[in-house]
């Protein structure tokens, strides 16, 4: 981690007025609401032990999402979206590991954040990663070489940011597997509404609250016309939980 990177994480305000920034899911919840393997999303967030050829027989891997707080075993909304493009970047266009490193030390070196995988535009051939930078396309995967835009970027869609900003204010998970490009938006993750839980995109009710009364014996119409949305959101919402259900 680049000095300039430790210092911003050092000196944010885990508790301030920052919604984005307070550790509000846990390592268990991060994995449901974003499809992505416990184990996987863990070794993100802790780093792991891998094979070596050195005496110890082993290499540490250092994290590659950093919490606010070590101690604290608990995501933000930006770790979130962190783990969700880091996701996209590993599954949906299968990128090697190591060039998402590359990425990263290169962004720390360049211009040091927090949470360089979330409010930076990402983008990806699947064979290196890009951002934008100054109306030019960088390949941050090579160490700043200039590339020809030629890059696909389904789940940069799926995340709304601020139009001044640009950073993430809002995610649109994928509910299907596999990903669809042009899946409706129809569950959200927004830290300000129902404290950061997946709600339906166009009510704000939660999707537990709509899979809890599903399998209490509603029916999708009844919930449809309870919460004012189409049968097939109900469905959605439903099918996106039922994970959750399953391992209770």
């Known amino acids: 981690m680049s000095k300039a990177r430790k210092q911003l994480i050092e000196g944010s305000n885990l508790y301030g007025i920052e919604p984005r920034e307070v550790p509000l899911y846990s390592l268990l919840q991060a994995s449901r609401y974003l499809k992505i393997p416990f184990g996987t999303l863990r070794s993100w967030v802790r780093g792991r032990d891998y094979p070596s050829g050195n005496e110890q027989g082993k290499k540490f891997s250092g994290p590659v999402i950093l919490l606010s707080d070590p101690d604290v075993a608990r995501l933000s909304f930006m770790n979130l979206v962190e783990a969700y493009v880091l996701n996209g970047i590993r599954r949906v266009e299968n990128v090697p590991f190591y060039k998402v490193r590359n990425a990263i030390k290169y962004l720390e070196d360049k211009s040091p954040s927090k949470h360089p995988l979330a409010d930076k535009l990402f983008l990806t051939n699947g064979v290196d990663l890009f951002i934008e930078d100054l109306g030019q396309l960088v390949n941050v995967s090579r160490g700043g070489q200039l590339a020809i835009r030629n890059v696909v970027e389904e789940y940069l869609r799926r995340i709304d940011r601020d ?35 997946p709600v339906l995109a166009k009510t704000g009710v939660p999707t537990a609250i709509v899979a809890e009364r599903f399998y209490a014996g509603d029916s999708t119409d009844e919930l449809g016309r309870d919460y004012g949305v189409e049968r097939e959101e109900i469905e959605e919402a439903v099918r996106y939980e039922a994970p959750a259900r399953k391992a209770a």
């Open 163 to 197: 139009p001044t900003k640009l950073l993430p204010v809002r995610l649109y998970p994928f509910l299907r597997s596999p990903h669809q490009a042009e899946e409706p938006k129809r569950v959200m993750i927004d830290p300000l509404v129902s404290f950061g839980r």
